[in-house]
């Protein structure tokens, strides 16, 4: 059985660029409904214990600098299948390989810039979910 919830944070370039607005537009279209939201900076710290999985992979200290270097728009989005649709809304990591019309085509600067993050299982979605969100911050 496939969850209904994906966790996603609008990344410091798309917050920079104003591209809030149309990023929420395009995940309302798309059919999900926002549970939780909040609009915050994380410190680098907070970025590392995020991105603990990528501790070893050479990006990570350029990952969690960027990460905390502005605000961020972190929420919670139900829809049935969750994870997977979001991440073909989102498109793939490297915006240059992402297909045409995804979040991440239209408005990510970069492979390390890419406007967008979506949870990849179930799972990490609860787990990122709590993260940022405590039961009374969810609806
Ligand atoms: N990232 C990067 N360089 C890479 C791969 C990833 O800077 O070569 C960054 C990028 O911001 C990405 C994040 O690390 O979104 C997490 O990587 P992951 O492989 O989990 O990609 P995602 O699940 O976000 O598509
Ligand atoms: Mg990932």
């Not at 909040?38 to 990570?60: D, I, N, S």
Request: hydrophobic letters at 40%.
């Amino acid at each position: 059985m496939t969850g209904n919830k994906t966790f996603t944070m609008i990344k410091p370039d798309a917050v920079e660029a104003n591209n809030i607005g149309p990023i929420l537009a395009m995940i309302n279209k798309a059919g999900f409904k926002i549970l939780a939201m909040k609009y915050m900076r994380l410190t680098k710290e907070q970025a590392g214990m995020f991105y603990e999985v990528h501790k070893e992979r050479p990006f990570y200290g350029e990952l969690t600098e960027y990460m905390s270097s502005g605000p961020i728009v972190a929420a919670v989005l139900t829809k049935d299948n969750a994870v997977a649709d979001y991440r073909k809304l989102i498109g793939a990591t490297d915006p240059t390989k992402a297909d045409e019309g995804t979040i991440r085509k239209l408005f990510a600067k970069s492979i390390a810039a890419n406007a967008v993050h979506g949870s990849d299982s179930d799972e990490n979605a609860e787990i990122e979910s709590n993260f940022f969100f405590s039961s009374l911050e969810r609806f």
